[in-house]
């Protein structure tokens, strides 16, 4: 996460198939000190800055007391607009647009999971050929979607728009927010009572104890017992299909159908969100 991040090295790049590396000390205040020589790059109002996810570069080194200002140029936002429906991660990037294919990340450091290495167990050399590269991929990308994100219709909408809301989301997530603990606590309770009520509607329906949350149960009583449909749908487990495009396409068939989905949205906003 970008605000507990540690600075290991940076990497940067101005021209093709070029990048340099500058290792930085374990010691955070040493860090910090040697940061310094690069704010006037960081704070000049005339230098481009270009970064892959700028936000997340940006999180890391506001801890350190370094500010962004100036132009600044996001190659994967720029991929976003130029194709919205499409990948933007910058490995897929540099395979698509490039024709190269970047050392992935998991060489470096194994599987994710507990016995992971980080970026300072790693062997210098083998750091500087990855951030190099990382950078170096960056620039090109930036290279070849800026003529496109200079057309009319994307010009004000990356400048004026998607790159100043960059900055508002950063902020958003470094302020975080306040959450009304007690408020939520109240209304967890709360939906606990109206799935109570909906859950004993639902089994007078059914006329039986059933589970309403086993997918198999209920198939078994909407569609065998209440017999809701002669041609149910059946999942790949030969189970009755369940789902919610199912229960919507049955919603007038019986009164017991928009029961479940009531429960089904509440039981999710206490579960997932409130609690």
């Given at each position: 996460e970008a605000r507990n991040a540690d600075l290991v090295g940076i990497a940067f790049s101005f021209k093709t198939k070029e990048a340099y590396y500058v290792p930085f000390p374990e010691d955070f205040e040493e860090a910090k000190a040697l940061l310094q020589l690069f704010a006037p790059y960081f704070e000049s109002e005339s230098v481009e800055k270009v970064a892959h996810n700028i936000k997340y570069d940006e999180q890391v080194i506001n801890r350190y007391d370094i500010k962004i200002r100036g132009p600044r140029f996001d190659t994967m936002?720029?991929?976003?607009?130029?194709?919205?429906?499409?990948?933007?991660?910058?490995?897929?990037?540099?395979?698509?647009?490039?024709?190269?294919?970047?050392?992935?990340?998991?060489?470096?450091?194994?599987?994710?999971?507990?016995?992971?290495?980080?970026?300072?167990?790693?062997?210098?050399?083998?750091?500087?050929?990855?951030a190099g590269e990382d950078a170096d991929i960056t620039w090109q990308l930036k290279e070849l979607f800026e003529p496109e994100i200079q057309k009319d219709h994307l010009k004000h909408l990356f400048y004026e728009i998607e790159m100043p809301l960059s900055e508002v989301l950063k902020a958003m997530e470094q302020e975080g927010i306040n959450l009304d603990v007690a408020h939520l606590k109240t209304f967890s309770e709360?939906?606990?009572?109206?799935?109570?009520?909906?859950?004993?509607?639902?089994?007078?329906?059914?006329?039986?104890?059933?589970?309403?949350?086993?997918?198999?149960?209920?198939?078994?009583?909407?569609?065998?017992?209440?017999?809701?449909?002669?041609?149910?749908?059946?999942?790949?487990?030969?189970?009755?299909?369940?789902?919610?495009?199912?229960?919507?396409?049955?919603?007038?068939?019986?009164?017991?159908?928009?029961?479940?989905?009531?429960?089904?949205?509440?039981?999710?906003?206490?579960?997932?969100?409130?609690?």
């Open positions: 936002i720029a991929h976003y607009l130029l194709s919205p429906d499409g990948k933007h991660g910058m490995d897929f990037l540099a395979e698509y647009y490039l024709r190269y294919q970047t050392i992935p990340i998991e060489d470096l450091l194994g599987k994710k999971g507990k016995n992971q290495k980080t970026m300072r167990d790693i062997e210098q050399k083998d750091i500087v050929r990855y709360e939906l606990a009572v109206d799935l109570d009520e909906l859950e004993k509607k639902i089994l007078e329906y059914a006329g039986e104890d059933l589970n309403v949350n086993s997918p198999k149960q209920l198939g078994e009583i909407l569609f065998e017992k209440l017999e809701i449909s002669k041609k149910a749908k059946k999942t790949k487990t030969g189970q009755y299909s369940t789902s919610e495009e199912t229960l919507q396409a049955h919603i007038n068939d019986h009164p017991i159908i928009p029961l479940i989905l009531d429960y089904r949205s509440l039981r999710k906003l206490k579960s997932t969100y409130v609690d």
